[in-house]
């Protein structure tokens, strides 16, 4: 049970530059976030999803992309990048009993961009 | 919009004390409320879980409680280690949608 994994762990960009970052989740989780971590701002939500095949996005979307089309898969993508996205990006992924409220969040390890 | 704070945003202590982290919202209606240690360059590891419905958790030496209509919730350790040095950050879910706060820094020296 590997619970969330990232990939990859780290990735040098330059502006301009496409890349896609991948989440995989094996606890069969419905929920799925995708994070930014920067010094002094805290975790930032950018997109989440509430199941295969949906999306929606969260406190600072602008920039990102997001697919779940599978549900132990979540992709973050980033058409043209810029050095403001230089930051740690974290995915996690929680479950929820039927009707209640979401349980615990498990996070992956992160992933390190840096974007000249 | 949920607004979370964390005080103090750093702490050092000697090996031993008995510590209160505090965390605040702005928004009572939540669903649960979430403590996270993380370590330098690392993810964030769930320590306790409070639904709203609860006024604490408890795991070894630490104990959270959760005061929702002040918009309060404190995490207690006791006996504090070195080993608990980490930032200690508190998450707030309303609805899907978490909102953490900035984290408080902690230090303990031998």
């Known amino acids: 049970n590997a619970g969330v994994t990232q990939t990859p762990k780290f990735r040098v960009l330059k502006t301009g530059q496409s890349m896609t970052l991948l989440c995989a989740q094996d606890?069969?989780?419905?929920?799925m976030y995708w994070y930014r971590q920067d010094p002094g701002m805290g975790l930032r939500l950018i997109h989440y999803s509430v199941g295969e095949g949906t999306t929606a996005k969260g406190e600072v979307p602008d920039g990102y992309n997001v697919s779940r089309l599978k549900k132990q898969n979540f992709l973050l993508g980033l058409e043209s990048a810029a050095p403001s996205q230089t930051s740690v990006y974290f995915c996690?992924?929680?479950?929820?009993?039927?009707?209640?409220?979401?349980?615990?969040?498990?996070f992956g390890p992160g992933t390190r961009l840096l974007v000249l | 919009k949920q607004e979370v704070t964390q005080i103090p945003a750093a702490l050092s202590v000697p090996e031993g004390e008995n510590l209160v982290l505090n965390c605040s919202f702005t928004d009572s209606a939540i669903y649960n409320l979430q403590w996270f240690r993380q370590d330098p360059g690392k993810g964030l590891t769930s320590l306790l879980l409070i639904q709203s419905s609860q006024r604490e958790q408890t795991s070894g030496r630490l104990n959270a409680s959760l005061d929702k209509s002040s918009g309060r919730s404190t995490l207690y350790i006791a006996a504090s280690q070195p080993g608990d040095s980490a930032t200690y950050l508190c998450?707030?879910?309303?609805?899907?949608?978490?909102?953490f706060g900035r984290g408080t820094s902690l230090i303990v020296h031998p």
């Open positions: 996690a992924s929680s479950r929820t009993v039927a009707g209640g409220p979401l349980e615990t969040q498990y």
């Open positions: 998450a707030v879910m309303g609805s899907y949608i978490p909102t």
């Open positions: 606890m069969n989780h419905e929920y």
